[in-house]
């Protein structure tokens, strides 16, 4: 199981097990309360401690952080799995568009959730799956999963400040105008349907940045940045401007050419690792099937 260590200094000596696992290691008051129902979960140079204990300095403070089961609804399943970065506690795995990330109706066995579980097994890790940007089953690209429930919550820390950057290439029907821009938008579910969202003044705020790349074949490819994470958000805010992301069967037209999926790509990512801070920046190339569409036939 994933430990995280605190080598106690002068400036540590005289606090508290939980003040320094709060202030010092970051954990959540959630963590520190798993943490506390867990054998050997909190430990104080080798032994068992009570959070209200002080520390000295020189003492080696431990606390556990990973799972201890892993998702039981979710059979782990082999698949095809593209892992572009991988530690202790995250993985940054390139989905394909059309594949779920959950289990639901008719998707048992065939989602990113099976096939990452199976990764884990083959490793030998038990976790649970802790999906961080979570991508619709129509987009492609770059996503983040943590690999236990503490680097979960850093990771939707950075992900609510904006320090988890997260770029996306669509290609869009037509052009937006103007080529550049902010759609301001609140965004809420549309009455009588479970899975159709709209722009509505009474709606959660959403901000989403755009860019025209190029045009090419009556659409544009354009580069998006969200400020904000709300279902379905660059589908509904590109569809308001008049320019649905193409082959979007929800809010614009289905195309043959890109079968169960439409032209999203999850093209950049920029975070910090959630336990040494470290920057991690990872990049992805648009599909070749999302290219072609800019090309007149």
Avoid: W
């Amino acid at each position: 199981m994933r430990r995280l260590t605190l080598r106690l200094g002068e400036a540590q000596a005289g606090r508290t097990v939980h003040t320094l696992l709060r202030q010092e290691l970051l954990l959540s008051a959630a963590s520190v309360r798993r943490a506390k129902t867990l054998p050997d979960g909190i430990l104080l140079d080798g032994q068992p401690v009570f959070t209200n204990q002080t520390g000295r300095a020189g003492q080696l403070l431990s606390v556990a952080v990973g799972d201890v089961a892993g998702s039981e609804q979710i059979p782990p399943v082999p698949g095809p799995l593209t892992i572009r970065y991988e530690d202790e506690d995250l993985v940054v795995v390139e989905k394909e568009g059309g594949v779920p990330v959950h289990p639901s109706q008719g998707h048992h066995g065939d989602t990113l959730a099976n096939f990452l579980l199976a990764h884990y097994r083959d490793q030998g890790l038990v976790a649970a799956f802790h999906p961080v940007n979570r991508l619709d089953r129509g987009t492609s690209g770059l996503m983040a999963v943590a690999k236990h429930a503490h680097a979960h919550e850093r990771l939707q820390h950075q992900l609510r400040t904006g320090e988890l950057a997260r770029t996306y290439l669509a290609v869009c029907q037509g052009v937006p105008v103007p080529r550049r821009g902010c759609v301001d938008q609140p965004i809420s579910r549309l009455p009588g349907s479970v899975l159709k969202r709209q722009v509505c003044p009474q709606g959660a705020r959403a901000r989403t940045h755009y860019a025209v790349e190029r045009t090419g074949a009556g659409r544009s490819l354009v580069a998006l940045r969200l400020e904000t994470g709300r279902t379905h958000q660059i589908r509904v805010h590109m569809a308001f401007l008049g320019c649905p992301l193409a082959g979007d069967f929800l809010y614009g037209t289905e195309l043959e050419a890109l079968p169960q999926r439409f032209a999203l790509h999850s093209a950049a990512l920029r975070l910090r690792q959630p336990v040494t801070g470290e920057e991690i920046a990872l990049s992805s190339p648009l599909p070749a099937a999302l290219s072609a569409l800019l090309i007149a036939k």
